[in-house]
C-alpha cells in the first residue's frame, strides 16, 4: 500500500461493496438453506465472512470510513452475543491494527516535516509501526535525550481520503434525514465535518495533549503522555506501557476491569472542568491501566471544547429524569432544543424512553454489562414499539452532538468490560446541574 484510496469515486466503489458482498452473501446463505444445510452455521459462516471485509475494506481505506470502523467497534457490546463474537474480534483488531505503509514512505513523511536531518533527533527509530489508527501509524523510537517515544506518521492521502469520506456522508443527509424525521440532521453533519478535519492537523493535536497534560500533571490516578514534538503531520509524545483497556476487555480480571472502568467515568466527567476540553475518541486503544493502577489516555485529535465545563442544563436533564420528574423534564428538552416545536410528544413517553438510560445514576454502584446495553438497543431500536416512535420525535441540537457521541462511546466501554462503579458517586462530583 503506498497511498490511501483518494478519489471519492474509488473510496465510494469501495464502501459500496459493503452492501452488495453482504447481500451476495444473504442470496448464498438462501441457497444453502433451500439444499438443506444447517442454518446455524450458515448464520456462522455469514457473519464471520462480513466482518472479515468490513475490516479489509475499512482496513485499506482507512480515513472517515475507518474511523467510523473504529466508532462503531465500541458498540459491538450493543450486538446480542451470537452475532456479535466474529464482529468483536475484527473490529477490535481495527481499533489498533491495519495494513502499514512502507517504510519508504514513512521516511518520506519524516523527511517533508521533520527535516532531512531527522535520524539526529532520534537516537533510535524502529521502521515497523507499533500500531496504526485512522490516519496514521504509530512508530516507537528512542529521542536523543534517551526517552522513549511514540512517533505518530500521517498516512500519506490521508487528508483529502477523509475528506473524500466527509463529503460522500454529507451527500446522504436526505438519507439520514428519513430515518431520523425529528432530528435536524445537516448540522449534526456539519459539527462532525469540523471536528474530523481538525484532527488532520497535529500540531492541533499537540496542542489539545499538552493542555490535557498540563491539567492532569501529577494526578495520582491519571497519566497523559508529554508531548516532545510536533509536525503538521508527525506528532512525538512519550511512550507509555500499560495493558490497552481492548485486552483487559479479553483476559482482565474483575478488580482490573472495574478499577479501568471507575477511571474512564471519572476522567470523562472530570476533564471538562480540569481542562476545558473532553477527549473525543473513546475506543478501547486509547486507554491502557498502567502496572501502578493508574488510567493512561492517548490519542488528542479530536476533542469537544467545553471552556465552561459540562453543560449544566445536561446535568440538570439527568437529575430530572433519575428524580422522575417528566413533566419538568419535558419543558426543559422543549427549552434546549431536545424536542423541536413542531414535535408532539408526552412527559410519559419521554419518561418511559429516558428512564432506563439514567439507572447508572439512580443507584450508589451500577453494574455496566452487554445485556443491559443490548436491552436499550433492542427497546429503542424495535421499529414497532412506543420507544422508537418517541426516539424520532427527540432531536440532537449540534452543541451537544460531541458530548453525546463521547459519553455513548464511554458507556460502550464499560459495558464491555463489563464494569461495576459508582457512577453516581462520580457523576454528583463533576457533573454541573445534577448536584445543585
Known sequence: MAEIPRRAARRTAKLASLPLGVAGRVAAGWGKRLTGQDAEQ?????????????????GQLKGGAMKFGQALSVFEAAVPEEMAEPYREALTKLQSAAPPMPAADVRRVLDEQLGTTWRT??????????????????????????????????????????RADLRQLLRFTRLFQSLAPGTEIKPLLTELQDRMVEELDYRAEADNQRAFAAAFDGDPRVLVPKVVASAPKVLVTEWVTGTPFSRLIVDG??????????????????????????????????????????????????????????????????????EDRPDELLDLLRTERFVRADQE???????AYLAPFVEPARTPVFHFTRSWLQ?????????????????RSLNLPPEYLMI????????????????ELPAREIITRWQPGFGD
Not at 410528544?345 to 419518561?351: F, G, K, L, Y
Open 121 to 162: 533527533r532520534f537516537a533510535e527509530f524502529d521502521e515497523t509501526p507499533a500500531a496504526a489508527a485512522s490516519i496514521g501509524q504509530v512508530h516507537r523510537a528512542r529521542w536523543h535525550d534517551g526517552r522513549e517515544v511514540a512517533v505518530k506518521v500521517q498516512y500519506p492521502g490521508a487528508d483529502e481520503a477523509l
Open 345 to 351: 410528544v408526552t412527559a410519559d413517553e419521554v419518561r
Open 404 to 419: 453525546h457521541r463521547v459519553t455513548s462511546g464511554a458507556t460502550g466501554i464499560l459495558c464491555q468490560l463489563d464494569a
Open 375 to 391: 436491552r436499550q438497543a433492542e427497546r429503542v431500536g424495535d421499529l414497532s414499539g412506543p420507544d422508537f416512535r418517541t426516539g
Open 253 to 322: 480480571t474483575r478488580e482490573q476491569r472495574d478499577a479501568a472502568g471507575a477511571l474512564l467515568a471519572e476522567f470523562h466527567f472530570s476533564s471538562p472542568a480540569r481542562s476545558g476540553m473532553l477527549h473525543g475518541d473513546p475506543h478501547p486503544g486509547n486507554f491502557m491501566l498502567l502496572p501502578d493502577g493508574r488510567l493512561s489516555v492517548i490519542d488528542f485529535g479530536a476533542v469537544a471544547r467545553l471552556p465552561d465545563g459540562l453543560p449544566v442544563p445536561m446535568g440538570r436533564m439527568l437529575r430530572l429524569a433519575a
Open 42 to 58: 450458515i448464520s456462522a459462516d455469514f457473519s464471520a465472512r462480513t466482518a472479515e471485509q468490513l475490516f479489509g475494506v475499512l
